[in-house]
């Protein structure tokens, strides 16, 4: 049985910088993308990072481009979200996703998914 669980999440204040880790479990991932979505209260699911299989190819959504970074360590089975200068409008539950053939921005192409972790930035 597949599972990612997430973790890292948290309260911080504006500014401050929070590391979300996903380990996965049940298959390797190594050949496949994985990827960070979000969602906030209200919204639609989002994209927020993705990673190749290799880890050469990163895709990251413009609104947390230059602040956020992903990463990965196949030999842990996991991926990383560096997150800093948060705002608060990153305030979200953010989803570990995996599986998908290459790395991608859309939620349709990941065959796995993590519980979520909340993340809340106080203005």
């Known amino acids: 049985q597949v599972q990612l669980v997430e973790s890292g999440g948290g309260l911080v204040q504006a500014g401050g910088s929070l590391r979300l880790s996903c380990a996965a479990s049940?298959?390797?991932?190594?050949?496949?993308?994985m990827g960070w979505f979000r969602r906030a209260p209200g919204k639609e699911r989002e994209f927020v990072a993705s990673?190749?299989?290799?880890?050469?190819?990163?895709n990251v959504a413009d609104s947390v481009k230059g602040r956020f970074t992903i990463s990965r360590d196949n030999a842990k089975n996991s991926v990383y979200l560096q997150m800093n200068s948060l705002k608060p409008e990153d305030t979200a539950v953010y989803y570990c996703?995996?599986?998908?053939?290459?790395?991608?921005?859309?939620?349709?192409?990941?065959?796995?998914w993590g519980q979520g972790t909340q993340v809340t930035v106080s203005s």
């Open positions: 990673m190749s299989g290799n880890g050469v190819i990163t």
């Open positions: 996703a995996a599986g998908a053939q290459f790395s991608s921005w859309s939620l349709y192409d990941y065959d796995y």
């Open positions: 049940g298959r390797t991932f190594s050949r496949s993308a």
